[in-house]
């Protein structure tokens, strides 16, 4: 088996789950919010009931900027579409709650790390991990995430971009202004990084899980 082969057969591993679960309001407040990503492998988008990342964890959706296995792609006619169809979402937010997030994407790529490239990265949610999946071949999974919080407003339209860096990732969000000529206008960006001292989603970036 030549190391093509790995890597096809890990990719199909991460994008095999159901790539959309979020169950959006049907009435009330709410915002139309795109999520969206340009990385050509999975990025998991999860939701929490605090900003900790502690309460209520959620899967909400998998985006890719490619195949993925059971796609569900999702749009509600927002501007500015310029992502592949399993790209981004756009779905419905309940905006009587803050948004709080973690979104993490996660690149499995031939070679090994260099410890010394992640040495300073105690203060963000971003790893490497290698793994030999034959005699003499070497593979790595990079890791990075941002957690963020956000309130959004009833009747606005977003778009959530997260940006990917196998040490840096970052997440901007936008405000997308229709009419005759649609413009993103920048609200924030929330970077992978995070102070000694705050706990905040490590635990949850750090989660092992099957799938």
Known sequence: MNLRYFIALFALAAVGCQTLAYKEPLSGD??????????????????YDDANCKTNEQEWMRLRSDYLVNSSPKRLGLPLWHFHDNGAKEVFFDTAHSFHALIIGEEIAPGRVKASDFSGNA??????????????????TYRCGVAFSYDLKANVDYEVEYIWHRQSCSVVVSQIDGGEKPSLKWL???????KYSDVKCKEAFKKKRLY
């Open 30 to 47: 709410r915002a139309r919010v795109r999520l969206a990503s340009q990385a050509p492998f999975v990025v998991v988008v999860r939701a």
């Open 123 to 140: 203060d963000s949610l971003s790893d490497a991990s290698e793994f030999q999946p034959a005699p003499g071949v070497w593979m790595t």
């Open 188 to 194: 924030a960006t929330f970077s992978t990084r995070v």
